[in-house]
């Protein structure tokens, strides 16, 4: 069984016997049939994830490796908040009619702000930073930008990402530690396709920046099972699990810019049966 199966059956049993309904409460997401979405839902749950020992993929059911890729990309490397510049159809029901999703995700990492050394955007702060002083604690990503959520058509839920460069313990080596917050998580739908996601941003940074990678924390404020969503959990934590599978990443990529989809891959992945899983919009 790989650790972050272990990890997923813990929170899910944890959620669906510990946490409290939201039935009756005033919430905004509705089905496709116009009912109202409501979950299972407890509060503050964290995950921490060795990336030195596994990649964090769930084999209980497969993970949509090359999409999940593909809008981390969108995201933190071509910095688009338009669905046309992504390859999968995820966004499609929260974008206008131009594809634009508002100033959300993509959008904010571009923007560009002043430092002391000049101009520049969330993502290559963070990486001058890496590269330039790799112990600051002071290393973070928002997203979550106030003045600018009533032009976002959903606001961030992966919101922000704090980095930490530490010793490795009993060595001289260095690693790339990340702290990713999450405000609100669906977990069947999102929670493993957004921790892998982050674990392969904290591979990425940590091969052009220098370091080994180290721990990602997932700290999830609202973590939520969809009420039609739980049949699908009960069957999916009951399944058999097998080893985590191994994670390629092209190691002569130097430059962020540089990585393609095609520059990561899962090994010897074994996983279950594909769910379909309907998501609350
Ligand atoms: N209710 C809700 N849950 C979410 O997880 C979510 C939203 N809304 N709104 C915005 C984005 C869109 N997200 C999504 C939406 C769909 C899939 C999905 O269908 N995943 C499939 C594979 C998709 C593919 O290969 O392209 C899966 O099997 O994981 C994943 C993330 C995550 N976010
Ligand atoms: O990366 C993502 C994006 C979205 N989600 C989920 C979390 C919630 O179920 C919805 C957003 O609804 P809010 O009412 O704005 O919280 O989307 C996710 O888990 N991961």
Redesign the pocket.
């Known amino acids: 069984m790989s650790l972050a199966d272990q990890i997923f059956i813990n929170m899910c049993k944890d959620i669906l016997e510990n946490g409290t309904s939201t039935e009756g409460e005033k919430v905004r997401?509705k089905w496709e049939d116009g009912s109202y979405?409501y979950t299972i839902k407890k509060f503050g749950v964290v995950n921490r994830y060795d990336l030195s020992k596994e990649f964090p993929a769930l084999t209980l059911?497969?993970?949509?490796f090359?999409?999940?890729i593909d809008?981390l990309l969108w995201i933190w490397q071509k910095k688009s908040n338009n669905i046309k510049d992504l390859n999968?159809?995820?966004?499609d029901?929260?974008a206008d009619e131009n594809g634009s999703i508002g100033k959300a995700y993509g959008y904010q990492m571009g923007v560009k702000h002043k430092y002391k050394e000049g101009y520049m955007d969330q993502v290559d702060r963070v990486i001058y930073e890496l590269k330039n002083n790799p112990f600051s604690r002071r290393i973070i990503t928002n997203m979550y930008v106030h003045q600018d959520l009533h032009e976002m058509n959903?606001y961030p839920?992966a919101y922000s990402m704090t980095f930490n460069v530490t010793n490795k313990p009993g060595s001289d080596k260095l690693v790339l530690n990340a702290i990713l917050n999450q405000r609100s998580n669906?977990i069947l739908?999102?929670n493993n396709?957004n921790v892998c996601q982050y674990a392969v941003l904290v591979h990425m940074l940590a091969q052009v920046c220098g370091y080994e990678v180290g721990e990602l924390v997932h700290v999830i404020a609202d973590a939520h099972i969809?009420d039609r969503h739980i049949p699908i959990v009960k069957e999916l934590i009951t399944r058999p699990t097998y080893d985590a599978p191994e994670f390629y990443m092209n190691p002569d990529v130097k430059d962020f810019y540089d990585f393609k989809v095609e520059d990561f891959e899962l090994r010897n992945y074994k996983y279950g049966p594909?769910?379909d899983?309907p998501?609350?919009?």
């Open positions: 997401p979405a059911r497969k993970l949509a090359k999409s999940c809008e999968s159809h995820i966004w029901s929260w959903l839920c669906d739908t999102a396709w969809y594909k769910v899983i998501v609350a919009v």
